[in-house]
């Protein structure tokens, strides 16, 4: 069974950055696609980032591109979030997951479980 691990969210102020990652376990990572999902509360969890297995291409939402960063390191069966200025839009939980091709914000993750996901406050 495959599991994934999130972690680096926190408190963070408005303009500031964070680094998430997420380990993958029990699975081939290097062949999925991957994707980091964001939930806010009450809301559903939706794609906002996501990279090919193939060559890295990257795919971002339109609210995200120019300020956030996805890659992954094969080697470390692991993908990566950078954010950079981050806008005040309270707390969400951010959660990765493999998805199919082709990417769209409504893309649904194609493994059978999530992780615990990790916490991302943003303040004024």
């Known amino acids: 069974q495959v599991q994934l691990v999130e972690s680096g969210g926190g408190l963070v102020q408005a303009g500031g950055s964070l680094r998430l990652s997420c380990a993958c376990s029990?699975?081939?990572?290097?062949?999925?696609?991957m994707g980091w999902f964001r939930r806010a509360p009450g809301k559903e969890r939706d794609l906002v980032a996501a990279?090919?297995?193939?060559?890295?291409?990257?795919y971002y939402v339109d609210s995200v591109k120019g300020r956030f960063t996805i890659s992954r390191d094969n080697d470390k069966n692991t993908v990566y979030r950078q954010m950079n200025s981050l806008k005040h839009e309270g707390k969400a939980g951010y959660y990765c997951?493999?998805?199919?091709?082709?990417?769209?914000?409504?893309?649904?993750?194609?493994?059978?479980?999530w992780g615990q996901g990790t916490q991302v406050t943003v303040s004024t």
């Open positions: 997951n493999a998805v199919w091709w082709a990417f769209s914000a409504t893309s649904k993750g194609s493994l059978g479980s």
């Open positions: 029990g699975g081939t990572f290097s062949v999925y696609h």
């Open positions: 990279i090919t297995w193939t060559d890295g291409k990257p």
